[in-house]
């Protein structure tokens, strides 16, 4: 991970923080990560904002080299890398939220579902409004959950793995 030395452009927190996620692409990869509980490469590749492979491949290693998210091998499959959030990631959460609600409130588009991404918490614009504290929790929790859901499958099948290591059908 990068310090934060003197390689920025600017002491700016704004400039800051453009510099290590300011593009579209960036934030539609947290966005997919937070919201939509994505963790490979080609769950990335589906969304429906169509990102190229080699951009796609530049971002994540941004924000990995930044500490925003983790890259670790798939147990089950050696091929795969998992994707997750570290805690300067989740850290976004509150301005991802405040990004939606901006967006909502300045770019209404009629026939916007409840849950506005899907993925995310249904009534997500009218829980923003409600209590925020408890909804940046319920979406915390959630993926501390998937976290752990794939942590257990990871161990899971390693144990299927060694406890069937030597039989025979």
Request: hydrophobic share 30%; aromatic share 6%.
């Amino acid at each position: 991970m990068k310090s934060h030395e003197n390689h920025y452009s600017s002491k700016c927190p704004i400039t800051f923080a453009l510099e290590i996620f300011g593009d579209k692409w960036s934030l539609v990869i947290l966005r997919d990560i937070l919201f939509k509980g994505k963790r490979y490469y080609s769950e990335f590749l589906s969304s429906p904002e169509k990102i190229s492979t080699n951009i796609l491949a530049s971002r994540l290693n941004k924000l990995e080299s930044e500490g925003l998210v983790s890259k670790t091998q798939d147990t089950k499959n050696l091929s795969k890398y998992i994707y997750r959030l570290t805690d300067k990631g989740k850290d976004l959460l509150p301005l991802m939220l405040d990004i939606i609600e901006w967006s909502a409130k300045h770019n209404p588009q009629p026939g916007t579902p409840d849950n506005i991404i899907n993925g995310a918490p249904r009534n997500l614009l009218a829980r923003l409004g409600e209590n925020r504290e408890e909804l940046i929790k319920e979406i915390s929790d959630n993926l501390e959950q998937k976290n752990d859901s794939r942590l257990s499958d990871t161990i899971k099948s390693a144990r299927a793995g060694k406890n069937g290591a030597g039989k025979r059908n």
